[in-house]
């Protein structure tokens, strides 16, 4: 996850393919991945509600942030 955390906002529907198959998984460690992504997801979206700016619009960043609302709601 440390890994994960420092990759660029690219890597958030790679992070959601994770989280699906961790929510899915009957093992436990799979399972606490799920939940390490949805906490990275929540400091995120914090993260991102501060950026809002169109000077500093990133179509990256706007595809993350509508992966994460799904998850926030």
Do not use: C, H
């Amino acid at each position: 996850m440390v890994y994960l955390k420092g990759l660029s906002y690219g890597a958030i529907p790679e992070m959601q393919r994770l989280l699906i198959l961790g929510r899915g998984s009957s093992g436990s460690e799979e399972k606490q991945i799920a939940e390490e992504i949805l906490e990275y997801f929540k400091e995120r979206k914090l993260d991102l509600k501060n950026q809002k700016s169109w000077q500093s619009y990133n179509i990256s960043k706007y595809k993350a942030e509508k992966i994460i609302d799904k998850y926030m709601e």
